[in-house]
């Protein structure tokens, strides 16, 4: 009270204070009109539901009418809707860094009151705090130090993690152990949790997620990414083994760098952990961790535990420092240290920004890069530290559009025409147009207007303006004579305006190189008419041109000496270098000049050559031959000549086409054609063409390209388009489309077939069938066969076996929507009457189907009304028996049945019929029938205790003549009482169990806490009426006070009780072994119903039976009742239990088992073997049978273990002893000293028992013993020992198990399997939660989370840390995981929770799939390729495959998987693995080997292997070399005379296949002689020689040969014949033809026109004149006549005064700025004339480049400016060479400063 009393003073004050300050804040209102509404601040210390609410609605409301709307946010149309006012604005933040709160309010409009929330919230300063500003909470405990508790000053300091209330402001008092609540709850924006984001808001905890979001469930990844993938950190783990030397003390395990996160080492051993650190700035430092427990180290939190055996470090992260993990020597053993921790990915790539533009205007690109970005040190690296981590992938290059406004119009100039003069200055033009280029790219013409903002480029220009090539003339050399009249010489050069010696210069102008000279000197000798030659060195220069053959001061050509011939047998060639030489007189110097400087013609480089016969055969060439090789080229020339053999066919057949003339060399006297190389190539005749079917072409069809074959195997199609045209004109190619029917003839095809070879057998999936429902899920299916296509087309249907890829799914899930709600109706039940007319009846659920296949039972309001007739139908069974009527109306009969029934085991509803008695259970449904016969069953009427009862929730009184009790409670027992008019029957229902106290043999199913107390004997119990006996529970009704009913209903309570304590019930008949303590054993096993014999569910027993039990033991004697009533319940046991076995016989019976009630022991003859005495004289009727007796002496037959169940809980026999048989939880308490762990087992051969703990065997020790009994003791129970124990039990027939779970009263407890299991055949698997499934996919995945934990704990199935939703679980908590496929891979977990903690374990799902051949070839075929271009490379297959190789070559072969995981590939040879050299590529894929050998021969074979099976696929090589092999003879090179030869023809083969030749160049061929042939006599023929030159070189002229019929003879003479013998063979030649019929064309040029042209130099114009082509008669025809002849110019420069201009500048003004970017100045720029220097037009000064106008100045930095880098790319921009842009320098100062 006085703490009460304290706490309501102390928030008077407060609340004083925030009124007068909501007075004074509506006073502010008042008086200001901008002011719209008044808001609370949330985290005032006042509890806002203390508020009076009249007086804040005083508040809010007051002075509404200056309320200004712009205050307020629009009113959306939910707002108007629902009468709220718009929110107001934000509050200020509760807190101004660490993560507050922000509210914001409305009002509610109406006279009603809203729906709604009137205050939202929203997180703010979510910023960390600084390390000085210290926690929340303690601040707000702090905040009471001063106010007084319970009249004394305390230090308040704050208690974290309230499980009960998280946002109380709980403090405890320093130094004390003193809490309290100092404050209902903390202001706004307080953790909830110490290592949460949650924060308390009005008091209530509120979601938060790491985006600081309220209501967000976004959680930081292992990288403390928020909402992260995990893609930035890369888990590290590993175990390092540490070997510490003498003289090595210390030895490192692991660096960890900067940032990593969730570190954790174990070390197991005598070493000692030992950390070193350096941070970023380089500082170093140690920690020792001298002891355990939580430190920083370089502000990184540490937590630091140490056990005798081990030591474990946790490092949360992320580390402020690079740590480095030691182990320091503490033992000579060695020491292991298993470490795990996320390091994060400092190197990552980063996009760069955008590149500028490369374009300005119309449409341009711009292209991003990537980086690589280090995070620590902020800065980009090189892109190798990036490749490093392969999680890294490189961002491709963005490309976008930009600057997409169209460009202004500008001006577009065509290329400069050619010079009109090539010296001497000239002219050149070209168009200028004004053009607009739109945003497509095309360009179109404007008006000139439009492009007036800039000059206009210049359409012509001066070229060419160097001076033509001039004479020069050398001085003259002295006189050829010293006296007298002589000679004098002189060199003439043509030297152009570099001062070059070229050409082009005229002869005609050209000055004489030669004069005549007198020295006056007289001479003695007689005078001479001719001047005296000189003698060298001046004989050179004295010689003329005409001699050709020597160099002079003229240009000549001059022949080099022939070369040998080119055969030293036979007919040959010789060559010679001819060049064109001057001779420099004045240097005595030959130079080489181009070759079109010299006239004339150039002597032939090339001529035949004989160098005699070849193989000293001289008899194959008559002596005319010899002598005509030997005499001189002309006669040899003359033999063999070039002629015109007729033309080729007609290129076209119609429209116009052309004919070729075919050139043959010729032996003139033979006319056999020969070698052209026997022909001189440069008498060569030039090519004639001759016009050929001219008429125009009909309607004709035209055919397109075959395309693609539509199969790559098994008779695909081809296609192409067909239509008739009609060709117009070939010269332009002109053609127009017609009709078919203009096409007369037959249309070619269309279509046809390819690639007629039979294809590999695949698989053929037919099309999918209908779903198997229309809507809630379902499955479709289809027909998969292995089927083979072949080359007609045709399919054969083969096995599965003969595919050897994967064959595709049959069967798969319909992906349809939910089905609407709909009812599900139970079966009917069986008629209510046995003869006549009654009712049936059955149940309904509302149920939907989902998608997914499931079903949910969800609200009947949501199925349609279902109609009463649905769920009750009369029914008419045979008609009753009709009586002889009697006299009078019979009364109405209740058909009771006289029975008791004792519940033993949990069952959710029991069927009775009014009459008897009922022990139940508690929570279990019953239906208590009232069968009635000559009553109407909708007038029974029900009572309990006396009282009518009417139907309700829990009570449902039915009008077919039943009731049913949902679920029994304590106040459910009573006497029920059906009345049918006069009839009535009462039904008992007692519940087994009261005050906490319940019989020791109950099901396992019943919590069971302490055994009840046993009356003294069977006769007290008799006369005793106690309200609660032994565990049975009475209503403790007003009738049973008036003891109206206390006598029948309680007789058979005491029976019942003994009933339920007998110990002696009978079991499986066991061995000797096995029959110790059978009175324990009241158990049933679960495990195999088939061979078990089970205690009944329910036991019944007729009330008769138990009557005469009650009467025998009231004729007893006192002294004798206790033994007899324990010989009577023995005996009811018996009867209950064969009566039961009676049941089951007839039940196996119906399913095919035979079961003998004969192998059930009875093992209660010992306790009756102590009255026998006394019961001799009755033993004829109570006589028990033995247990020998009911084996009948037959042998137990053999049977697998059975782990045997107790019905029976833990039993606590003192406060510090547990005993428990499996199948239950043992909670640990404090004071525990020990658990016995009971597990008895039966089976033949006896069972082998062993215990385990979570999946790993139990480490027996002086505190956790095996009993002899295989009981598990284990003593003083520890923290260490909570899990899961399973006792298996095994023999040669199989095993059982089963397990307990041993927890404290907390934390749940999930028992795990650390296992791996592999799955490749099993459809279904179960495993516990904790290991490792590999499964094939297809299979059903049950993944089992046993929970134990008091309170029982909530389970919760996450899927790579994402909720999975609860249809996945089964009704027992496990996961099912059906048909599993490679999307449900990954880490399920399974969480715990209960109020006191959580325990979350995970499993990972990997599915297998077995190595098997890819469905794409291609891909390995393209890896070959480029792993070696151009190298021999096959592909293994399962069914091999052969490759023939050469001794030396190199081979690639490729062995293409697929498989999950990855498969391991092993190459064999020969079946061995691979002892000689090669190399693996690819990952093992690819088999490289290099300079094969004979070793390498046989078969090679790749074996791929994973966890789900294996595949091996072979190849065979086969090492043979290159051979020249012979063929069949060649052609005979001649049909008569005596040259004809046949050759071998050789071809090159490997392996019986012809190769190209190349590959046999290095073997030698052969020795093989050519084989003469046709060595006969030639028939006659005509022999011709070469056509003489044409009389006339145009206009038309004649020339002639000679035509002679000669014979060639078998020894190679020819032979003159007679013109009748060549007449009878062919048509004699003709020896006379017209020649060159051209016409005599020449070209013709105009006057020169005025030089008015454009200027292209100073004063230098252009003018032009007409050229064209004519005959001789001055006849103008087409230019293309004249094309063989050299044109002349038809423009040349000129000299004019109109040109002499020149452009002409001003001086620069001021410069603009004095320093920095920005500064220019211009000045005027014009172009004028020389002399007069007046403006004209600029373009007659184009021809120059004209000068700049304006330009930048001053460009340096200003004072104190810093020149720095503004963007981040700027090392991209020097690497690329772009500081020269001044967008790039601007921006880049700094780099391109450096640079």
């Known amino acids: ?346 190197h990552r790539w980063r996009e760069t920004d955008f590149f500028p533009c490369s374009a300005s205007c119309g449409g341009g690109y711009q292209l991003t890069s990537a980086e690589c970005y280090d995070l620590r040190s902020s800065r980009v690296v090189a892109d190798q530290y990036c490749h490093y981590y ?204 181009p070759i079109d400087e010299c006239e004339g013609s150039k002597p032939v480089s090339e001529r035949a050559c004989y160098g005699g016969p070849c193989n000293g055969d001289t008899g194959e060439y008559s002596p005319e031959e010899t002598d005509l090789f030997y005499g001189g080229a002309q006669e040899f020339d003359e033999l063999y000549d070039w002629e015109y053999e007729g033309f080729t066919e007609c290129s076209e057949s119609c429209g116009g086409g052309v004919q070729e003339a075919v050139v043959t060399c010729l032996n003139k006297q033979t006319r056999e054609f020969v070698d052209e190389d026997l022909c001189v190539s440069s008498r060569r005749p030039p090519q004639l063409l001759k016009a050929c079917n001219l008429d125009p072409c009909p309607p004709r069809w035209e055919m397109g390209k075959w395309s693609s074959c539509s199969l790559t195997c098994g008779v695909g199609l081809q296609t192409r388009d067909v239509f008739c045209s009609h060709l117009l004109s070939r010269e332009t190619n002109e053609t127009v489309i017609l009709a078919n029917e203009l096409c007369h003839k037959p249309k070619p095809t269309m279509v046809k077939a390819c690639n007629r070879f039979d294809c590999p057998p695949s698989w053929y999936p037919s099309e999918w069938q209908q779903c198997s429902r229309t809507c809630g899920g379902g499955i479709k299916k289809r027909e998969v066969l292995c089927k083979q296509r072949m080359a007609d087309g045709s399919f054969l249907e083969l096995p599965d076996t ?151 929730v829990h009570v449902t009184i039915a009008p077919y003549g039943y009731m049913k009790i949902h679920r029994l409670k304590p106040s459910d027992t009573g006497t029920y009482t ?4 006069p009839a009535q029957e009462h039904f008992v229902i007692k519940l087994i169990g009261g005050h906490n106290k319940r019989i020791a043999t109950l099901s396992a199913g019943m919590k069971e806490e302490e055994a009840p107390k046993k009356p003294q004997s069977l006769n007290d119990a008799l006369h005793t009426q106690e309200k609660r006996q032994n565990g049975i529970l009475f209503n403790g009704s007003k009738t049973e006070k008036r003891g109206l009913l206390s006598d029948s209903s309680s007789r058979y309570d005491d029976v019942v009780a003994r009933l339920l304590e007998y110990r002696g019930w009978p079991r499986n008949n066991a061995d000797s072994g096995e029959s110790q303590d059978s009175s324990e054993r ?145 909670v640990l308490a404090s004071g525990t000293l020990s658990v016995l762990l009971h597990c008895e087992a039966v089976g033949n051969p006896k069972p082998i028992i062993s215990w385990v703990k979570n999946g790993e065997a139990v480490n027996f020790s002086d505190r956790i013993l095996l009993q002899p009994d295989d009981s598990l003791q284990i003593l003083e129970p520890v923290e260490a020992d909570v899990g899961f124990y399973t006792c298996n039990a095994t023999n040669a027939l199989g095993s059982d198990s089963v397990s307990i779970a041993v927890t404290l009263a907390g934390k749940p407890l999930i028992k795990t399997s650390r296992a791996t299991l592999i799955n490749k055949d099993s459809l279904t698997i179960t495993v516990d939660i904790g290991g490792t499934v590999k499964t094939i996919p297809g299979v059903n995945v049950t993944v089992s989370c046993q929970v134990a934990g008091v309170p029982e704990a909530e389970l919760t199935w996450f899927k790579n840390k994402v909720k999975l939703a609860p249809h996945h679980h089964l009704h027992d908590g496990s996961l099912l995981i059906a048909n599993v496929s490679f999307s449900d891979q990954g880490l399920y977990s399974c969480r715990a929770a209960n109020i006191r903690g959580e325990i979350t374990e995970n499993t990972q799902l990997q599915v297998l799939d077995p190595p098997q051949l890819p469905h794409r070839l291609e891909d390995m075929a393209a890896t070959l390729s480029l792993a070696g271009p151009g190298v021999p490379s096959v592909m293994t297959s399962p069914s091999g495959t052969r490759k023939v190789l050469s001794p030396g070559s190199s081979v690639l072969i490729g062995c293409p998987v697929d498989g999950q995981p990855a498969p391991n590939i092993t190459w064999l040879h020969d079946g061995q693995p691979f002892s000689i050299p090669h190399h693996v590529l690819a990952a093992g894929q690819i088999l490289q080997i290099l300079n094969i050998t004979n070793d390498y021969q046989g078969e090679i074979s790749c074996m791929a292997q994973n966890e789900a099976g294996l595949l091996i696929q072979k190849t065979s090589l ?105 007449a009878q063979v062919a048509k004699r030649p003709v020896d006379t033809q017209s020649c060159n019929r051209q016409l005599c064309v020449e070209w013709a040029t105009s006057a020169w026109g005025q030089c008015n042209g454009p200027c292209v130099g100073s004063r230098l114009s252009v003018q032009h004149r007409q050229v064209f082509c004519q005959t001789r008669d001055g006849i103008s025809v087409s230019a293309d006549q004249c094309g063989s002849l050299p044109r002349p110019l038809s423009i040349q420069n000129c000299w004019t005064d109109a040109c002499s201009v020149h452009w002409r500048v001003s001086l620069w003004t001021l410069c603009t700025a004095t320093c920095g970017n920005y500064g220019f100045q211009s000045r005027r720029v014009e172009c004028v004339r020389v002399h007069t220097n007046k403006p004209v037009q600029e373009h007659l000064c184009s021809w120059r480049p004209r000068p700049a106008n304006w330009q930048r100045c001053n460009i340096t930095p200003c004072e104190n400016i810093e020149c720095r880098d503004t963007t981040r790319y700027c090392e991209k921009v020097k690497q690329l060479k772009l500081c020269q842009l001044t967008q790039f320098k601007s921006r880049c100062c700094g780099t391109c400063g450096k640079a």
């Open 390 to 593: 392969p999680e890294n992938i490189k961002p491709k290059p963005k490309l976008q559009e930009c600057n997409q406004d169209p460009c202004p119009a500008r001006w577009e100039s065509t290329p400069w025409t050619a010079c009109s003069s090539s010296c001497g200055g000239g002219i050149q033009s070209r168009t200028v147009s004004c053009v607009e280029e739109d945003i497509q790219g095309l360009v179109s013409s404007v008006e000139e207007w439009k492009c007036m903002y800039t000059p206009k480029m210049p359409i012509v220009q001066p070229c060419n303006i160097f001076d033509c090539p001039k004479w020069l003339a050398q001085e003259w050399s002295p006189c050829t004579v010293t006296c007298g009249q002589g000679l004098r010489y002189r060199v003439v050069l043509c030297i152009d305006h570099r001062g070059m010696h070229t050409g082009g210069c005229s002869p005609k102008t050209k000055p004489h190189i030669k004069e005549e000279c007198i020295v006056p000197t007289p001479c003695y000798k007689p005078k001479e008419k001719l001047p005296v030659e000189a003698k060298l060195p001046w004989y050179k220069q004295a010689q003329e041109l005409e001699e050709g053959s020597i160099v002079s001061e003229e240009p000549t050509f001059i022949p080099e000496p022939w070369s040998a011939c080119s055969v030293t047998c036979g007919v040959g060639i010789q060559v010679r270098l001819v060049k064109c030489q001057v001779l420099l007189s004045f240097s005595q110097s030959v130079a080489d000049l």
């Open 802 to 952: 003969f595919c050897s890829t994967r064959r595709p799914t049959s069967e798969q899930a319909c992906k349809n929507e939910d089905c609407a709600p709909e009812w599900l109706l139970s079966d009917w039940t069986q008629c209510s009457v046995s003869c006549g007319e009654g009712t049936q009846t059955r149940n309904a659920i509302c149920r939907q189907m989902l998608n997914t296949g499931l079903s949910s039972i969800i609200n009947s309001s949501l199925c349609p009304p279902l109609p009463f007739s649905s769920l009750v139908r009369p029914c008419a069974l045979a008609t009753c028996a009709r009586y002889q009527r009697p006299t009078q109306k019979q009364p109405p009969l209740i058909m009771a049945q006289k029975k008791v029934f004792i519940q033993t085991r949990k069952q959710k509803k029991l069927h009775f019929i009014v009459g008897g008695y009922a022990y139940l259970l508690p929570k279990t449904s019953i239906i208590l029938r009232c069968p009635v016969r000559r009553f109407r069953k909708p007038m029974i009427t029900w009572e309990k205790d006396g009282k009518r009862l009417i139907s309700s």
């Open 1082 to 1226: 009241n158990i049933s096993s679960d495990e195999d119903q088939g061979q078990e014999y089970n205690l009944p569910f329910t036991m019944v027993a007729s009330q008769d039976r138990l009557d005469d039990i009650l009467g025998n033991l009231s004729q007893q004697p006192e002294e004798l009742k206790d033994g007899s009533s324990k010989q009577l319940i023995a005996q009811l046991a018996h009867e209950i239990f064969k009566s039961h076995l009676e049941h089951q016989e007839s039940f196996f019976k119906a399913h095919g088992t035979r079961v003998s009630s004969a192998s059930v022991e009875f093992p209660f003859s010992k306790q009756v073997s102590e009255f026998a005495s006394s019961l001799r004289a009755s033993s004829a009727e109570a006589h028990l049978p033995t247990s020998a007796e009911l084996i009948n002496g037959q042998h137990r037959p053999p049977k697998k273990p059975a782990i045997l169940k107790k019905i029976s809980a833990a039993q606590q026999l003192s406060a510090s002893e547990v005993v428990t048989h499996l199948g239950h939880t043992v």
């Open 1 to 346: 009270m006085a703490a009460a009393a304290g706490r309501s003073s102390r928030a008077v004050a407060p609340l004083l204070s925030v009124t007068w300050w909501l007075l004074y804040a509506a006073r502010q209102v008042h008086g200001d009109e901008n002011q719209g509404a008044v808001f609370l601040r949330e985290f005032t210390l006042i509890r806002r539901e203390s508020l009076n609410e009249d007086f804040l609605s005083d508040l809010l409301t007051h002075n509404h009418k200056l309320d200004d709307p712009s205050s307020r946010t629009a009113r959306s149309e939910e707002d108007r809707d629902t009468l709220w006012d718009a929110w107001g604005s934000w509050s200020e933040c509760s807190r101004t860094c660490g993560g507050g709160a922000s509210y914001s309010l409305r009002r509610c409009l109406g006279s009603k009151s809203c729906e709604g929330r009137n205050i939202r919230y929203r997180t703010c300063s979510n910023v960390d705090c600084p390390p000085e500003a210290g926690d929340f909470r303690t601040q707000q405990c702090s905040a009471h130090n001063d106010v007084k508790y319970q009249g004394q000053f305390y230090e308040w300091l704050p208690v974290f993690n309230d499980p009960d209330n998280p946002c109380s402001l709980k403090c405890q008092a320093k130094g004390t152990s003193l809490v309290v609540e100092l404050a209902p709850k903390v202001l706004d924006g307080t953790r909830c949790y110490t290592e949460s984001l949650d924060m308390c808001i009005s008091g209530l905890c509120q979601i938060v997620g790491c985006d600081h979001q309220l209501g967000s469930t976004v959680k930081e990844d292992n990288c403390g990414v928020c909402n992260g993938d995990g893609s930035t950190c890369r888990l590290v783990r590993g175990q390092h083994k540490s070997q510490l030397l003498a003289t090595k003390p210390d030895d490192p395990v692991v660096a960890i760098p900067y940032g990593s996160r969730h570190v954790r080492l174990v070390l197991k051993g005598p070493g000692h952990l030992y950390l070193e650190t350096k941070t970023l700035q380089g500082v170093k430092g140690e920690s020792s961790l001298s002891s355990p427990g939580s430190f920083l180290v370089e502000n990184s939190s540490v937590d630091f535990q140490k056990f005798p055996d081990k030591e474990i470090l946790r490092m949360p992260g992320p580390l402020t420092a690079d740590f480095t993990v030691k182990v320091l020597a503490a033992g000579a053993a060695d020491s292991s240290v298993q470490f795990i921790f996320y390091q994060p990915i400092i």
């Open 1518 to 1622: 086969v090492i043979q070399d290159y051979w020249w092999s012979v063929d069949k003879m060649s052609p005979c090179s001649a049909s008569c005379g005596n040259k004809g030869l046949q050759h071998h023809q050789l071809r090159c083969l490997l392996g019986g296949t012809q190769v190209n030749v190349s590959h046999c160049l290095e073997k030698p061929k052969p020795n093989l002689q050519p084989i003469a042939c046709n060595r006969r006599d030639c028939p006659a023929r005509w022999m011709v020689t070469s056509w003489s030159h044409c009389t006339q070189s145009c206009g038309g002229g004649i020339q002639n040969r000679r035509v002679t019929c000669q014979k060639l003879t078998a020894t190679g003479n020819s032979v003159p014949m007679s013109n009748d013998a060549c």
């Open 978 to 981: 059906c009345t049918a008019g």
